[in-house]
Nanobody, 122 residues
Framework: QVQLVESGGGLVQAGDSLRLSCAAS????????MGWFRQAPGKEREFVAAINWSGRTWYADSVKGRFTISRDYAKNTAYLQMDSLKPEDTAVYYCATSSRVVPLTINDYDYWGQGTQVTVSS
């Protein structure tokens, strides 16, 4: 059974940084893409960033230049480094795994974590 566990969320001030982690188990991690999504209150879940098995990355325009996705194959863990945080980044952040080479939409992903709250105060 595939399990994804996010951690690293919290309450920070605008301009601060956070690093989210997503620990994966139950799947051969190397052959799959990993992604981060977020959902703010009253809004739909949206794509944030993704990285495929070859290390290619994609970012939403709203986070490009501020967020960095990475993965550690030895630890079966994906990361989302978030710098220059803004109040509009406040949301529950979810990691997910996909078998697609270019995984950019919610429907591309088959397993999801439980989410971690990120709150950015102004």
């Amino acid at each position: 059974q595939v399990q994804l566990v996010e951690s690293g969320g919290g309450l920070v001030q605008a301009g601060d940084s956070l690093r989210l982690s997503c620990a994966a188990s139950g799947r051969t991690f190397g052959g799959y893409s990993m992604g981060w999504f977020r959902q703010a209150p009253g809004k739909e879940r949206e794509f944030v960033a993704a990285i495929n098995w070859s290390g290619r990355t994609w970012y939403a325009d709203s986070v490009k230049g501020r967020f960095t996705i990475s993965r550690d194959y030895a630890k079966n863990t994906a990361y989302l480094q978030m710098d220059s945080l803004k109040p509009e980044d406040t949301a529950v952040y979810y990691c997910a795994t996909s078998s697609r080479v270019v995984p950019l939409t919610i429907n591309d992903y088959d397993y999801w974590g439980q989410g971690t709250q990120v709150t950015v105060s102004s």
